[in-house]
């Protein structure tokens, strides 16, 4: 039986095929119940390529980041257990395949078995499948991985799930990246002790940002948001990628910081809020690991998948229908509304 005194080897390919930054994150509970859980196994974690976030982390639950590619038909490599995160494609199945470990887990694909039945069967032969009680879950993508997790020794899980706490997975800073923040801060603010600083994240690269205010009904928000809290500095967060250039704002205490350094500075970014406003994004997930207060506006459809709140922090969400502006004045309303609301626990709560 596999008990958390066992000395065994634990896999876990990743997601290696959407690898964005909030496919990345889901999976640190994953990582962290494992080597909560089994503390004497060795956790190797497959990755798309060394760039990935985890990979560039010295994470502590982690013991071995592996490229994914370097490990196929790899007969020196060998596991007891592999977990599979991404049960949606067959080209990752394929993948673990070819991973030798003794026990392979993935989540049962009711899109694959509708579409693909033959074909997908044919690969389910080798692993051992779960079934993810969806329904009975509130913060989907994370709890679907540590229901993978669940299987190994469902006993052991029941006993010690509930124990762990998963605010301990916070992702560490670089000291050269905090201190960079702090002086762009301080810049930012033109040496003005603002009492709090909220970050605004307008930008998403995936199909969520279809549902989305766009840059226009963002600024208004913003300018709303900084002329009835003056004490407040407000941070809109743009980067390369999104081709677009703020024109400098008239009020002091709503700014723009362009991140030209990357993930490092990004984190510590976010680490450096009083509270995060923006749309479902990376940069959204990378707030709830911090336990930072956020607002982010969501596809209705998609909430129950992507949500934040899972570590314990204050999260609020604005839910919109895909045909949203069709109401489109009681949304920002709404928003306003709902981010007045953080910024008054903000004000309230020093500490998190």
Known sequence: MFNQQSHFKIAVLGNIMRGGIGDEIVCIPCLYALKSLYFESYLTLFVKNQKCLLSSKKLPYIDEVLEVAKIKNDSEK???????????????????????????????????????????????????????????????????????????NPKTFGKTIKSLDFSLAKLPLLEASSQRIKVLLWALGKGTRYKQVIGIFPFARSLTGKVNFNIK??????????????????????????????????QENLKVFYNEQGLEDLIAFVQSCDGILGVDSGHIHLADNAKIPTLEVMVQRLARQWSGGFYGGYFSSLTMPLHWREEEQKYLESFLQKARDLILFVKNHKEF
């Open 78 to 152: 060998k596991f007891d257990i592999l977990l599979v995160i991404e049960h949606h494609n067959l080209k990752v199945l394929e993948i673990a395949e070819s991973i030798q470990a003794k026990r392979k887990i993935v989540t049962l694909s009711q899109s694959l078995l509708l579409h693909m039945p033959f074909l997908y069967l044919k690969y389910l032969r080798k692993f051992q499948v779960c079934v993810n009680p969806y329904w009975l879950q509130t913060h989907n993508e994370i709890q679907r991985n540590l229901n993978l997790v669940r299987q190994i």
């Open 217 to 250: 009904e963002w600024i208004i928000l913003a300018q709303a948001l900084s002329k009835e809290f003056s004490e407040i500095l407000f941070v809109f967060v743009n980067y390369r990628g999104t081709q677009y250039h703020f024109a400098p704002f008239t």
